[in-house]
């Protein structure tokens, strides 16, 4: 599966502005696990779910063609709702 960030005019990964504590790598994890998946704003989706290390984060995506690549609008840590949402979702932590 390949990767595109959204990035800022002077080149860094636009989540990474706000949310610097969230890296790259751990977005990336949150892909190998089952999410739960809602639509959002301008045909994005908002998934949530956790890294390897079971840190929650909520990631806003597009799917490319054939969902082979996914474009990265941006991410953030999971508040309370968002797992709660997760855990009614998917069910438990994988």
Do not use: C
Request: avoid cysteine; proline fraction near 3%; charge should be positive.
């Amino acid at each position: 599966m390949r990767f595109v960030f959204a990035r800022e005019k002077d080149g860094k990964v636009h989540f990474r502005k706000r949310h610097p504590d969230v890296a790259v790598r751990e977005v990336k994890e949150v892909f190998h696990f089952r999410m739960a998946v809602q639509p959002t704003y301008g045909g994005a989706l908002k998934g949530i779910g956790h890294t390897r290390s079971r840190r929650f984060l909520v990631v806003i995506f597009k799917w490319g063609k054939n969902k082979d690549t996914v474009f990265v609008v941006t991410a953030y840590p999971a508040k309370r709702a968002h797992v709660e949402v997760y855990l009614r979702t998917v069910g438990e932590i994988q």
